[in-house]
């Protein structure tokens, strides 16, 4: 396994730069009221797709989102050059109302690479850290709860509905087999996932332990509830004409994008299909070839 990395810094690369700025480039140069055009980032991360809008956008006011105070600390510095036309808010964006009407609204969803690589906040099978798995880090129940606290057929249906883990029954029969969790690491819990697999599959090129740990993640964090409450509001924060683009990472939140995108009567749909990674990227940053992102206009 890999030393940990409790000290490393947020560096963030965002993914699908160029497609973002392309999402956004009809931002207009006066927004709602005949004040500033305003974005608000939803998921602002160490602040890369925020300085690249910004940059572009010369009149541009940004209100970004993050729940993760690393984040924002990493983000303020980023966007230090950009100071008065930022705001930065303390908040998950599902529980964030804006002032008035937007001109754009993105969210770069799942988790950072920086999130995966520190092995204290408990997201990597890699790193040995602790079973914590939360994006706000002050907040809620840590994996390690959830894995202690679940019965089996609970736990079961966690792994399978956000991991779609095959072997989700063997694998939480032998989880609460080996409580407690309380106090163990990352890499404990992968070695028992992983023994639930036939010899060959524990080879393969995806280490076995990915799909239960993407569920615990997104169980931990309610990802997809929030995801679906992020949907059903911010079609109401923006003005006609105004954007919103959404990049998601694995196929439960691709669908859930897609579906109420489509079916939303007050978005039209930009992108028949979604836009990822050019080869060159994908190349660059392996972490970008899941990435698909979603535009669509406020009617």
Known sequence: MESPQADA????????????LEAFAALPERGAGGGPPRLIDCTLGGGGHSAL??????????????????ARAAAAEVLAP?????????????????????DGVLADLGVSSPQLDVAA?????????????RMNPGRGETAADLLDQLE???LADVLYRYGEE?????????????????GRSTTDLAYAIAGCFPPAQRRGRIHPATRSFQALRIAVNDELGELER???????????GGRLALISFHSLEDR??????????????????????????????????????????RI
């Open 53 to 70: 809008l910004l940059a572009a956008h010369p009149g541009l006011e940004l209100i970004g989102l993050d729940q993760d105070p690393t």
């Open 166 to 182: 095959r072997l989700s029954r063997r694998i939480a029969r032998r989880l609460v087999a080996e409580r407690p969790w309380s």
């Open 121 to 133: 906040r408990g997201f990597s099978f890699r790193l040995a850290g602790p079973l914590d798995m």
């Open 152 to 154: 089996e057929g609970a």
């Open 256 to 297: 859930l994008v897609k579906t109420h995108l489509r079916d939303d009567e007050r978005l039209r749909v930009l992108t028949r299909k979604p836009l990822v990674a050019s080869d060159a990227e994908a190349e660059a940053n392996p972490r970008s070839r899941s990435a698909k992102l979603r535009v669509a206009e």
């Open 230 to 240: 992020l949907l059903q509001r911010a079609p109401d924060w923006l003005r006609p």
């Open 9 to 20: 810094p947020f560096v963030h690369r965002p993914v699908l730069a160029a497609e973002v």
């Open 82 to 102: 950009f100071a008065g036309r930022t705001t930065v808010v303390a908040t998950n964006f599902a529980d964030f109302v804006p002032d008035g009407p937007v």
